[in-house]
């Protein structure tokens, strides 16, 4: 059975740093590229980041420079490193992984103030 668990969100003030972790179980995490996704009260879900197998790694334009996408494949765990966090950044976050089908955990709440 599939399981990704997030964890590290929380509040935090606009110029924080928040680290968010994915621990994935039932899959072979390191044939599989991960994902951010967020979804923002009213919005719907967009892309935020991609890391892949080799490591290669993508974000969207807003968070560039800010957030870093890394994996850990010894212990099967995805995170993603949150700078410079803007009111906007506001959302639930979910990790993604994706093979020939996709598996989303539960999420996990990142709320900044300004």
């Known amino acids: 059975q599939v399981q990704l668990v997030e964890s590290g969100g929380g509040l935090v003030q606009a110029g924080g740093s928040l680290r968010l972790s994915c621990a994935a179980s039932?899959?072979?995490?390191?044939?599989?590229?991960m994902v951010w996704h967020r979804q923002a009260p009213g919005k719907q879900r967009e892309w935020v980041t991609t890391?892949?197998?080799?490591?290669?790694?993508d974000y969207k334009d807003s968070v560039k420079g800010r957030f870093t996408i890394s994996r850990d494949n010894a212990k099967n765990t995805v995170y993603l490193q949150m700078n410079s966090l803007k009111p906007e950044d506001t959302a639930v976050y979910y990790c993604?992984?994706?093979?020939?089908?996709?598996?989303w955990g539960q999420g996990t709440q990142v709320t900044v103030s300004s």
């Open positions: 993604g992984a994706i093979r020939l089908r996709a598996d």
């Open positions: 039932g899959i072979i995490f390191s044939n599989s590229s």
């Open positions: 890391i892949t197998p080799g490591g290669s790694t």
